[in-house]
């Protein structure tokens, strides 16, 4: 089946500064790739979704310009936390989508542990 | 309003035993409903989908059924296991393409011998 991979699974940083979190489809090519976010023993809440090439749709009350979104490949999209503080400690997913042939569904990564001091 | 919303919140059962979890939705339109496994500190794992023209799709001791007239979806697990320990999300999907999910809350499932 189709592998998304996101990398770093686990990060600690420091308040003030920006992480980047890498997310890849490995055997596909993914036209859109999707960022959610997951607080402890909560579903999973869409942030934005990117699309390759062209500029991300954030959810509303996202902010574009702390979570900036890059999708320049059909295998590679970023999500970089900027200014990081304590409350952007969270799990974040991301997953993209196969629409190519007859399967047409997001495939999740392994997510990434963001905790910020 | 799109809403999808499980049952029990989390269920603790022994290893062996059967259980059944419930996920009821309001979205509309349909297009799919499916059943996420989710370890923890993981991303969710796929485990059936379902569309408006199926009832029933298994995936090993997992067993989905769907009533798309009552808006109803159950999953079954048949002789858990301590590995089926996790959180069980039920997704529905409004888009032919998959574009929106709406996710339910899940079920944390923990299973001991």
């Known amino acids: 089946g189709a592998v998304v991979s996101q990398h770093p699974s686990r990060v600690i940083c420091k308040s003030g500064t920006s992480v980047k979190i890498e997310c890849r489809s490995l055997d596909f090519q993914a036209t859109t790739m999707f960022w959610y976010r997951q607080f402890p023993k909560k579903s999973l809440m869409l942030m934005a979704t990117?699309?390759?090439?062209?500029?991300?749709?954030?959810e509303q009350g996202v902010e574009k310009d702390k979570f900036l979104i890059n999708h320049a490949s059909l295998t590679l999209s970023t999500l970089t936390v900027t200014s990081a503080h304590p409350e952007d400690s969270s799990f974040y997913i991301c997953?993209?989508?196969?629409?190519?042939?007859?399967?047409?569904?997001?495939?999740f990564g392994p997510g990434t542990r963001l905790t910020v001091l | 309003k799109n809403q999808v919303e499980q049952s029990p919140q989390s269920l603790i059962i022994l290893e062996g035993k059967n259980c059944t979890l419930q996920c009821n939705y309001t979205v509309s339109p349909f297009s799919n409903l499916r059943w996420y496994k989710q370890d923890t500190g993981r991303g969710p794992v796929s485990l059936t989908i379902?569309?408006?023209?199926?009832n029933t799709k298994s995936n090993g001791r997992y067993t989905a059924t769907l009533d798309a007239d009552t808006k109803q979806s159950s999953l079954h697990i048949t002789a858990s296991q301590l590995s089926d320990s996790a959180s069980y999300i039920c997704?529905?999907?409004?888009?032919?393409?998959?574009?929106?999910?709406?996710f339910g809350a899940g079920t944390t499932v923990t299973v001991r011998a």
């Open positions: 997953s993209a989508r196969d629409g190519a042939g007859d399967t047409d569904t997001q495939y």
């Open positions: 379902m569309t408006f023209s199926e």
């Open positions: 997704v529905v999907s409004a888009q032919p393409h998959d574009y929106k999910l709406s």
């Open positions: 990117s699309n390759e090439g062209s500029k991300a749709t954030y």
